[in-house]
């Protein structure tokens, strides 16, 4: 699917659930997200983990409403499940996407501005760059016998630093390898929008309605 | 084709306060349409300055022109659509790190080619030529970031060739790149040079292996007020006299049975991705000696150091002082041993030049050794007018040199260095040796230094190391 329009009926589904209370279509839809991300064939500690973290949340956000609100149990089960779903959807989108096919089709789908997209592919390709680099401040700072703890505004102090740094590089960088801002470019791999992109989007928010509005009604 | 003429520039990075100190200072030069220049001067003096300037990236990206204009037939750079002007302009940068915004190698030349508005199907073609051009058609679908700094500036050539500019600049593109890789993009600039008729403008310390290739030579002063074309009389006495010691000729000695070994590898195992890096049954490094590393780019030198320092894993066994390095805290590792970055930037912890050296003196071992000798060793690199100054600001050379000197006060008893010797000119490279010989015996250390810069080391080194298919050998000579 297209991966702007993935990412909008993402986040519709998730608008939409943030303001209905069927606890059951919040499982259904954590549901087909697991089986969406278990077709990208994930590792099994990611997937640990996407069952293990969102409990935390959930479990602590049903506890509260069950013990310090009377709104009762199916309003904590609601809420339980709508984490999950939340999490779960999120993933199927993200794990079946490339950052960079994301990045291409919202600069040339969703228009957005293309310094808005390169900018933001070039802090994604930083991400492993900054993990390295605050080892090394540390490392630098023992070197220099001064311990830097991840409280330390040092440490902060010098990770901004070097990304102020990158960032301007990176500008040269784009600059000098002719990128303009808002001037058109052209594009080696063009990313379409087919009809079935958009129908895939319609008839999952129809079938929403209708799993959302026929449990409703029950 | 394209004719570059730089008229009475003065150019000034603003300082907070409202200053305007001048980094050029009414300089001006001619260079002439298809020919190959070499830009030369000591580190500080305004040469990359200069470079940006020529490219347009300054002032856009900072600092402020005071007098003055630079054109490209006769039309003032500023004023050139910024479209066009990266048609007609392509700049590689001294750090082969900070060029790049895509991911891999053939991303980043489709994203080129793409600000340039190609057709798409024209692109792939150009992709092709420009990597064989180079040479490195093995690394087009290679990650960037794990490319070595030789191999970095190979693709950098790449994405200027596919871009297809008339003007080439290139600021100290050479500070990182071993000897071959070093030879290899000379002479494809040549023959840019000389098929194409690219006007190209080079800056470098080492002015050796250019007397054959180039039409002139400008030499810029330290202050950056004074930019001047040599005749070629003077040219080919300055290149006649800027000779790299002739090192191979120089002989060494090898370690003998009286060394006692400081750091001890054994049947270490070293990878970048799915790249075998380094293969080492057994090797030592010896206490008290200077021992020198050398092999050609991306053979794992840089990496070995980091992992001798704890900040890359490894397979087998690194001891340094009979301690495991991987089973060592970092804290109790760094008492024992220093590594000296190759990024100045990634040393400083602090602001100002009198901070970082503050925190040295503070921290270190030898206190009572630095103490009366500090302001001496600061003449001496001619850091001593500085202090004040934020870090950051400082020039790649003077860095360097701040970098070497805070890391030698901290006195523990081994040191690695990465490269220490990069963007140093003549002057200052003689100094920051003298420096370190005097600290090593003084304070009986033992060095390991990366370097391709080989210049003037014999008097510095006890031993060379070379790595080359994944294994380490001391050899006898320096060549």
Redesign the interface.
């Known amino acids: 699917m297209n991966p702007s329009l993935k990412f909008l009926l993402a986040i519709l589904i998730a608008l939409e659930i943030s303001f209905t209370n069927v606890w059951m279509v919040n499982v259904l839809l954590a549901v087909i997200g697991l089986i969406i991300i278990l077709a990208s064939r994930p590792s099994i500690k990611r997937l640990a983990l996407l069952f293990v973290v969102p409990l935390i949340p959930a479990v602590a956000l049903a506890v509260a409403i069950l013990l310090q609100s009377n709104a009762g149990t199916h309003f904590a089960l609601v809420l339980f499940t709508r984490i999950y779903a939340y999490v779960f959807v999120g993933s199927a989108a993200t794990l079946t996407t490339q950052v960079?096919d994301l990045v291409m089709s919202l600069e040339q789908n969703a228009h957005i501005p293309s310094k808005f997209a390169?900018g933001f592919?070039?802090a994604f390709?930083l991400l492993?760059?900054i993990i390295?680099?605050v080892?090394?401040?540390?490392?630098?700072?023992?070197?220099?016998?001064?311990?830097l703890h991840f409280w330390s505004p040092?440490l902060y102090f010098?990770a901004i630093?070097?990304s102020l740094?990158w960032s301007?590089?990176?500008?040269?960088?784009?600059?000098?390898?002719?990128?303009?801002e808002d001037?058109?470019?052209?594009?080696?791999t063009?990313i379409q929008i087919r009809w079935w992109d958009w129908g895939i989007l319609i008839v999952s928010l129809a079938l929403l309605q209708v799993a959302l509005f026929g449990l409703h009604l029950q | 084709m394209a004719t570059i003429s730089v008229d009475h520039l003065s150019f000034s990075y603003p300082t907070e306060d409202g200053q305007t100190p001048l980094i050029l200072s009414d300089i001006s030069a001619t260079f002439a349409s298809g020919a190959f220049t070499l830009l030369t001067g000591p580190s500080g003096s305004g040469k990359s300055t200069l470079m940006k300037l020529i490219s347009g990236l300054y002032p856009h990206f900072a600092g402020k022109v005071m007098a003055g204009t630079i054109t490209i037939d006769q039309r003032p750079v500023s004023q050139i659509d910024e479209t066009k002007r990266s048609q007609m302009v392509a700049m590689m940068f001294q750090n082969p790190n900070q060029q790049f915004a895509m991911d891999t190698v053939e991303r980043e030349l489709i994203f080129a080619l793409e600000n340039q508005q190609l057709a798409p199907a024209d692109m792939m073609p150009k992709v092709d030529a420009a990597l064989t051009y180079v040479g490195i058609e093995a690394l087009r679908h290679r990650k960037l970031n794990s490319l070595s700094g030789g191999e970095k500036q190979k693709v950098a050539l790449a994405v200027i060739i596919a871009m297809d500019t008339d003007i080439i600049l290139l600021d100290e593109p050479f500070a990182s790149v071993d000897p071959d890789a070093r030879q290899l993009l000379l002479s494809k600039l040549v023959q840019l040079n000389q098929e194409r008729h690219k006007t190209i403008i080079i800056s470098d310390h080492d002015l050796e292996d250019y007397a054959p290739l180039i039409d002139n030579l400008y030499v810029l002063n330290a202050t950056g007020d004074q930019l001047r074309l040599l005749t070629p009389e003077e040219q080919s006495v300055k290149l006649a006299h800027f000779k790299r010691s002739h090192t191979h000729q120089v002989a060494l000695s090898a370690p003998d049975s009286s060394d006692e070994a400081s750091i001890i590898l054994h049947q270490l195992k070293l990878s970048a991705g799915e790249r075998t890096l380094i293969d080492q049954p057994d090797f030592r490094f010896y206490r008290h000696r200077i021992t020198l590393l050398t092999g050609p780019n991306g053979t794992g030198k840089s990496t070995l150091l980091s992992a001798l320092s704890k900040l890359t894993a490894y397979a087998g066994s690194i001891t340094v002082n009979h301690q495991e390095v991987s089973q060592l805290r970092s804290k109790q590792l760094f008492l024992q041993e220093g590594l000296v970055f190759q990024d100045a930037d990634q040393q400083f912890l602090n602001v100002t030049m009198a901070e970082e050296l503050a925190l040295s003196m503070k921290n270190s071992q030898k206190i009572d050794y630095f103490k009366p000798k500090l302001d001496a060793f600061l003449k001496q690199l001619q850091l001593d007018q500085l202090q004040d100054q934020v870090v950051y600001s400082l020039s790649g050379g003077q860095k360097k040199k701040l970098q070497i000197l805070e890391m030698l006060i901290m006195a523990t008893p081994i040191l690695l260095f990465d490269e220490p010797f990069t963007g140093l000119d003549f002057a200052s490279l003689q100094a920051i040796m003298a420096v370190m010989r005097q600290v090593a015996t003084d304070c009986q250390q033992t060095y390991l230094i990366v370097s391709h810069q080989l210049f003037g080391l014999e008097s510095l080194v006890d031993y060379h190391v070379t790595l080359d298919n994944q294994h380490l050998q001391y050899v006898e000579e320096l060549a």
Not at chain 1, 137 to 146: D, F, P, T, W
Not at chain 1, 183 to 188: E, F, G, Q
């Open positions: 960079s390169y592919l070039g390709n492993p760059k390295s680099e080892n090394i401040i540390r490392a630098a700072g023992n070197m220099r016998g001064q311990q040092q010098k630093l070097a740094s301007e590089n990176l500008a040269e960088a784009m600059t000098s390898h002719g990128f303009v001037a058109p470019r052209s594009y080696y063009q």
